[in-house]
């Protein structure tokens, strides 16, 4: 998730748990304790590889392997300062061992993915039914703080905090649910299409849980279609989309390759511009507009040569797209014209 939503979600789950007399103390100490796994990204900029700058976040950081050692280890300390910590000790222990399990198990259900149980070679769990900034989301964290913060001690500030709680996690289940409903018709349309079987994800579009994006993977490349919760009745329409499959299997022994393949899960589409080899992640963005490119090899030939992957920010027009990604919440097109349909 965002920052700004770490800063809220820890803050209400430290000052849940610990005594009310540590209530302010407690949601400034969440908020940093919830912040703490993404100062991995700090360490990550010295890396000149971008492709392992974006496969090593969210690594060893948000490892359920790491945090429980890292939780006692600050505890320890604080304790023996003797404070707040000294005078609740148990309290204190599971408010720091919470916010900072909390922290990669939202991570989760975003799409990026989140390595929650690093070391061992598992691709990143990437249960994507939340996207990655959600304001009603984030609303019931924000509040529950706000509300604790200025009534202190009373009881006020502890109901607040519960039922922030209640309601943070009551959205997750229902993105959950949205999430199942959104691929329910998408899993029915491309059976239509014999595309059944295929691999496929959904994640919601920016900001909301009741427009969905679903892709699959074809042999020769991938199909994207829209789902929305509120208009759509028909079936779900795809456009397809080709990618240069060829040239990936002629690369996908170059580490870079792998490592990105292993990241993504399968994910990604690969044409050639300008005599590079560009692979864009097809989970975080959407045709022709993605957050994550890497050029990974140069044409030698009739082959491919290995280079240093590069990173390449291409013109992104999706921020100019937010007011129709609005109106087609609320409105299933007649047809779509933005690109060839695939066959229902």
């Not at 990143?124 to 001690?153: K, N, Q, Y």
């Not at 519960?162 to 349309?189: F, H, N």
């Not at 609005?326 to 690109?339: F, M």
């Amino acid at each position: 998730m965002d920052s700004v939503t770490h800063l809220f979600y820890g803050g209400a789950i430290a000052a849940a748990i610990a005594p009310r007399g540590h209530r302010r103390a407690a949601l400034l100490a969440g908020a940093a304790l919830n912040t703490l796994p993404d100062l991995d990204v700090i360490p990550l900029r010295l890396f000149a590889d971008p492709v392992a700058q974006m496969t090593c976040h969210r690594g060893l950081t948000h490892s359920w392997f790491v945090l429980p050692v890292v939780a006692w280890a600050i505890w320890a300390f604080f304790r023996r300062r003797g404070g707040r910590v000294a005078q609740a000790p148990a309290r204190w222990f599971w408010a720091i061992l919470l916010c900072l399990m909390a922290h990669p198990l939202i991570d989760a259900f975003t799409v990026y993915g989140t390595q929650l149980f690093w070391p061992l070679p598992m691709r990143p769990l990437m249960w994507s039914s939340l996207f990655i900034i959600d304001p009603l989301f984030t609303l019931p964290w924000l509040a529950a703080c706000g509300v604790a913060w200025f009534a202190r001690e009373r009881w006020l500030a502890q109901r607040a905090l519960l039922a922030g709680i209640a309601l943070g996690v009551a959205y997750v289940g229902w993105s959950l649910a949205a999430k199942g409903m959104a691929e329910r018709e998408a899993g029915r349309s491309l059976a239509r299409m014999g595309l059944g079987d295929a691999p496929r994800f959904s994640v919601p579009m920016p900001f909301n849980t009741l427009l969905w994006r679903v892709v699959a993977m074809t042999p020769d490349g991938f199909v994207e279609g829209e789902r929305s919760l509120v208009a759509d009745r028909g079936r779900m329409r795809f456009r397809a989309y080709g990618s240069d499959m060829r040239a990936l299997e002629q690369v996908r022994d170059f580490a870079a390759v792998r490592r990105l393949g292993w990241f993504n899960h399968g994910y990604q589409k690969a044409e050639v511009r300008d005599g590079r080899l560009v692979l864009s992640d097809l989970r975080m963005g959407s045709e022709p507009d993605y957050s994550f490119r890497f050029a990974v090899a140069e044409r030698d030939g009739a082959g491919w040569r290995e280079i240093a992957p590069e990173q390449l920010q291409w013109p992104w027009q999706a921020r100019r797209q937010l007011s129709a990604m609005w109106r087609r919440i609320w409105t299933e097109p007649v047809r779509n014209e933005a690109a060839p349909s695939a066959q229902e």
